[in-house]
Nanobody, 128 residues
Framework: QVQLVESGGGSVQAGGSLRLSCTTSGLIFSNYVMGWFRQAPGKEREFVAAISRGGVTTAYADSVKGRFIISRHNAKNTVYLQMNSLKPEDTAVYYC?????????????????????WGQGTQVTVSS
């Protein structure tokens, strides 16, 4: 059974930092592109960042570029999202996702429907 479990969410003031983790089981982690998405109340789920199987290639939404960093540790079956200079508009439930298809393009990895497995999400709240 495949499981993705996010952790590290919480409440922080604007300008602060948080580090999200997503630990997986039941899959060969190094065979999956990993992504982070977020969903704010009343809004659609949106792409945040993605990382290739080997961790060499990354992609970011324009809204987080320069502030967030995605990384992975294949031996620990874990993907991370370091979030710096947080803004109130970053408030959302953050989800990690796994895609078994090889990295095709930045456009593809930013599309939620292309991912095969999802975690349950972790809440991030940024106050002004």
């Amino acid at each position: 059974q495949v499981q993705l479990v996010e952790s590290g969410g919480g409440s922080v003031q604007a300008g602060g930092s948080l580090r999200l983790s997503c630990t997986t089981s039941g899959l060969i982690f190094s065979n999956y592109v990993m992504g982070w998405f977020r969903q704010a109340p009343g809004k659609e789920r949106e792409f945040v960042a993605a990382i290739s199987r080997g961790g060499v290639t990354t992609a970011y939404a324009d809204s987080v570029k320069g502030r967030f960093i995605i990384s992975r540790h294949n031996a620990k079956n874990t993907v991370y999202l370091q979030m710096n200079s947080l803004k109130p508009e970053d408030t959302a439930v953050y989800y990690c996702a796994a895609d078994r298809t090889a990295w095709g393009s930045s456009a593809r990895v930013s599309t939620p429907v292309d991912y095969d497995y999802w975690g349950q999400g972790t809440q991030v709240t940024v106050s002004s």
